[in-house]
T-cell receptor
């Protein structure tokens, strides 16, 4: 099955700085990579996703890059704000293995005002 | 906005007792997932349904866990007997189709004492 690794496990940045979270995956058939944000006590919510036919996707302050050859993808948050503080999970999925989502272990991001 | 509904939100049960969780996915979503999330970790798939059929239950501890989605709409996850190690957040999610966004419910936080 798929193995998704996520780094770092914790990340602290000053407000206004950028934050980068990296994930690697093992199954070359994986072709859909969502990122979820989970605030304390709340449900995970999708913030951005990317498919394997695209190398980069951006939505305002959030961007995701994908390197299929190296099997890694990254989340970039620019101009961080205190409300960005949460746990972020990457995931990988493949239609060839039943569309299961395999999640990383999470990154706890703290934005210091 | 349509949401995945789960109940109960919180459940405290004694070990060796039976416990059941309910999930109502977003209308029209054929794929339904049950995940278990231990504090500080990413969600781990327990079972995946496509309509009323189980697609993957390889990670479901079948000696004590069971799941059903009889009419291909709502679903029930049961644990009998509950063990101390079952304490976790149980998340239900649904998606429209293959490799599309999974929407999560609020989860059921289970505490086994």
């Amino acid at each position: 099955g798929e193995n998704v690794e996520q780094h770092p496990s914790t990340l602290s940045v000053q407000e206004g700085d950028s934050a980068v979270i990296k994930c690697t995956y093992s199954d070359s058939a994986s072709n859909y990579f969502p990122w979820y944000k989970q605030e304390l006590g709340k449900r995970p919510q999708l913030i951005i996703d990317i498919r394997s036919n695209v190398g980069e996707k951006k939505d305002q302050r959030i961007a995701v890059t994908l390197n299929k050859t190296a099997k890694h993808f990254s989340l970039h948050i620019t101009e961080t704000q205190p409300e960005d503080s949460a746990v972020y999970f990457c995931a990988a999925s493949s239609a060839s293995t039943g569309n299961q989502f395999y999640f990383g272990t999470g990154t706890s991001l703290t934005v210091i005002p | 906005e349509a949401e995945v509904a789960q109940s109960p939100r919180y459940k405290i049960t004694e070990k060796s007792q039976a416990v059941a969780f309910w999930c109502d996915p977003i209308s029209g979503h054929a794929t339904l997932y049950w995940y278990r999330q231990i504090l500080g970790q990413g969600p781990e798939l327990l079972v995946q349904f496509q309509d009323e059929s189980v697609v993957d239950d390889s990670q479901l501890p079948k000696d004590r866990f069971s799941a059903e989605r009889l009419k291909g709409v709502d679903s029930t996850l049961k644990i009998q007997p509950a063990e101390l190690g079952d304490s976790a957040m149980y998340l239900c999610a649904s998606s429209l189709g293959l490799n599309t966004e999974a929407f999560f419910g609020q989860g059921t936080r289970l505490t086994v004492v």
